[in-house]
């Protein structure tokens, strides 16, 4: 019986619990809104116009875990999909420039990588420098209207259908999403990365190899907007230098959702999967309801509030007080005195965090 | 910290400009000045440097507002959408009060701002909502609200009475009124940080926020008010933005927030909190506002100035981190040796 | 067993669920006998949109059908998706569709199709298989020609010229400085000469950047040419600003109530533009008469628009079917106070 409680409790208390709470009574919400949202056809399908985010956001996750922020990846992708798009119009096989346009996304992720692990420098600024030089480096490659009608047999990883209803591109999210989880949650590596995303001076100092994995961590972002790409491509059937505009709001918002800590050291894959249905249903129900953009706009924030603040209720009446501090996704604070200034003295703290 | 009067020489001011912290921008600012006086034709008139004066001005405005927040180890993202919002609200009191006083426009504007940038304080001081978080959601919101308000119509310039417009067009002492006014938030916002014992408890909070807590300092309220003062900024800049950008909709100003977030952190405020100067963020946003003006005039391709736009903020970004790490190494020792020079002396 | 601990939960939930039908209020949907019409410009958030669709109710009320009028809040092709496909699912009878991005929203529209929905493009047109007609505001190489031909007018034909355009993959401005290119090559602009295309991403600030760029660079220019009703207006305000009215000239693409300050201050003399509303009534009276079967896409079919008139179903700029509103207007001094809009 203890045992029982102790478990209910502890599932009670985690960020992924609060997420599917919000996602039963959104979908609540969005049958009261539109009959049209239960059916099953519709539900399979919620997620597919936002996959590409997903997938983004995934590999974001890994960054920000790590403590860092990769504000490029939006560009990063849009430079993968013109350099596939070119190739596939110049004659390649259009899985080999698929595999191509992959590869171009992991180097422009390693570039970030490289500039903020060996030459210590700022994450933010760094890739705000690049989400402008990575997004003009697709125009360079592919200026005006774009490529298009790619073959029907490639088009099927993003906008293909198994027996009419089941989108592939969802199975493809869910596998992607199982691999990353395994490789943050039970390999060495995803443990290095939750160790630096929580006290670097502590990882360097128990050998881990910090240079390497945080490296590795901003390839793992543009590997990941490349599959995004990849992903894009198939959906839209629209390659152009432009590509993923303006959707950079909606990657931070499903990793700060999924209860990733923007300082670094905690989160999971499956809070940001969790999230990003979350947003995509309602999304999806307001759409059926034909409730104007900006009012879904507006929805969504106040959603993203609602949830962090009833995550902290939901701690004070569990801690049986009503003061508490910030909602601990596990989030630490540094607060040896010692290690602060030592931080600062070696100008190693200055990246981290935030973005649009 | 600064030299006492009797001891300045020509090395300890060489070592106090040395000591500045916005030495690497300075020093990067030079670098893009040079290669585009050089390369860029008329680059280097009267006329441009005017017109960088102009876009430099409303990032400054707000920006100095978010060095506040950043200071705390907070972010203020929905300063974009606050700019968009009052941008409108003073726009359209001039179009049904044609007889409204600019200063009472300018009061309402700030005064909205306010109202908003104290509502994400509170979110995050007292809700406990992370502030990136915070600010995130209320960027969507204002935008939501601003669309709403807007009907997805505008306010044309044919609207607004001339003595609003001419705020943007005027250029006292052949400097735009804009960069005034961006000149004397930079310099207010400067002293307040040098001077003001609040403005120092926002360097402690951002330092270290359990030991601040540990030390007294109401922590909350100076978070509160940090929100609430980015938030006025804001309004000012809409204020500003409506007579610089005459015709208003819903879309103005999105995705400012960017252009005031790169040149915060360009200007060397650490996001991590604790550590910036407003004059760092000054030269920040010119910064950046030069490079974008001097690719512009070199004529090239479209398509190579936006990937050299970017390349040269990474490059800026690199000189500035490399310099200012050689000279804090090459301060420490000297302080080092200083010290060891005296114990050799006392022990002789 | 401590059932107060599941409390928080249903704390939780009652609140989601209290919001929820509060909400719920708001979205209410009238239906009536006529046909249903998804109205999805390229976004919510810009005035000439807003244009359109006041003309598209007013279409439908004179049809008797009922338009609803939705869209992003970014001008983004992919995030006008979900719209399309929300409204094949929820059974609309027609789509009317400005998009930015042609080919992505081509697959969803012909998904819509697939489920009997009809589709009709204006302003900005999709992929040709994705609908059945483009309802074109003019002829695109009219516009190109007219646009050059109104900065010779201005310019006496001598001198050189920078075009200001919205985003480098906006398809309906490439496709008009690709004909202003062509209108160029003629002898008679052999004096003119153009020397940048700048592009101000449709944005005030980046346009006014463009704009004092272009004066700076460039210290004999003589015209610009602003093919976007935002470019066109921030350029008018810097070259206002700059003190350069009168002595660069203006012109492009531009709604009379946005410019007429500045054709009043002398800074746009001669500018055009077709009639927004009309175009948005226009579109709804082709997708009624598509949905009624009346018209398939068969050149040569006509029919008869309202207070508009007769329009017959065409080839234009080698594009097909399509419906074209007419020649645009051209805006002076003069006659800039008979138009509000």
Known sequence: MKAAQAIAVRLLARWETLLVVAIVGAGIWSTTLSPFFLQRANLLDLLTPYIFIGLMAFGLAFVVIAGEIDISIVSNMAASVVCFAQLYAAGVNVWLAALIGLGVATVLGLVNGALVSLLELPSLAITLGTLAAYSGLAYVILSGEGVASFPAGYSKIGGGYIGKELPIALLVVIALALVLGLVLHATRFGRYVFTIGSNREAARFSGIPVARVRMTVFAVSGLMAGFAGVVYVGYFGSARADAGTGSLLDVVTAVVLGGVDIFGGAGSMLGVFLALILVAELRNGMQLANIQGDTQDIVIGGLLLAAIIAGNLLRAVQGGRIRVGPLRLARREVVEHEATEAIIASKLAPENLKGR | MSPSLRGITPQTLAAAVLRLREFGILLALGAAVAFFTIRAPNFDSVGNWQGIAQNVAIVIVVGVGETLVVLTRNIDLSVGSIVGLTAYLSAATFAHYSGAPLPVVALIAVAIGLCLGLANGLLVAVAKVPAIIATLATLAIYRGIDVQITGGGNITAYELPDRFLKLASTKPAGVPTLAWVAAGVAVVGAAAVRWAPWSRDLYAIGSNPEAARFAGIPVGRRVITAFALSGALAGLGGFLWASRFPTVDAVAAKGFELDVITAVVIGGVNVFGGSGTMLGVAL?????????????????????RLFFNGFAIVVAVTIDALVTRRLQEALRRRRAEALAARHLEAGA | MHRWRLAPVGVVAGAALATTLALTLSAGATTNKGYKIFFLPKTTTIPVFTQNAKGAKAA?????????????????????????????????????????????????????????????????????????????????????????????????????????????????????????????????????????????????????????????????????????????????????????????????????????????????????LWDEQALGYLATYVVHNVIAGKLTGKLGQSFTAGHLGKFTVAVSDGNKPVVVLGPPLAFTPQNIDKYHF
């Not at chain 3, 496909?85 to 789509?95: H, L, M």
């Open chain 2, 284 to 304: 920040g946003a010119l910064l950046v506002a030069t490079i974008q003006n001097g690719f512009t005039l070199l004529r090239i391709s479209e398509f190579w």
């Open chain 3, 60 to 272: 439908a009320k004179e049809l008797g059908d009922s338009v609803t009028y939705n869209g992003p809040t970014d001008v983004s092709g992919p995030k006008q998706v979900p719209f399309i496909d929300s409204a094949a699912r929820q059974g609309y009878n027609g789509i009317v569709i400005s998009t930015p991005d042609a080919n992505a929203v081509a697959p969803a529209l012909k998904r819509a199709m697939a489920k009997g929905v009809k589709v009709v493009s204006y302003d900005a047109d999709t992929a040709p298989d994705s609908r059945t007609i483009f309802v074109a505001p003019s002829s695109n190489k009219l516009i190109g020609a007219l646009e050059v031909q109104w900065a010779f007018d201005e310019t006496g034909g001598k001198g050189e010229i920078a075009i200001l355009s919205a985003t480098p993959t906006s398809p309906n401005q490439n496709t008009w400085i690709k004909f202003m290119k062509q209108e160029l090559a003629k002898p008679k602009y052999k004096n003119m000469k153009l020397v940048k295309i700048a592009y101000g991403n449709d944005e005030p600030t980046e346009s006014a950047k463009q704009t004092q760029a272009l004066v700076q660079a460039y210290p004999k220019l003589k015209a610009i040419i602003a093919p976007t009703t935002v470019g066109i207006q921030a350029a008018a305000q810097e070259l206002q600003q700059e003190g350069k009215c009168g002595k660069i000239q203006l012109t492009g693409l531009g709604l009379p109530n946005d410019m007429r300050k500045y054709v009043k201050a002398g800074c746009a003399n001669k500018f055009g």
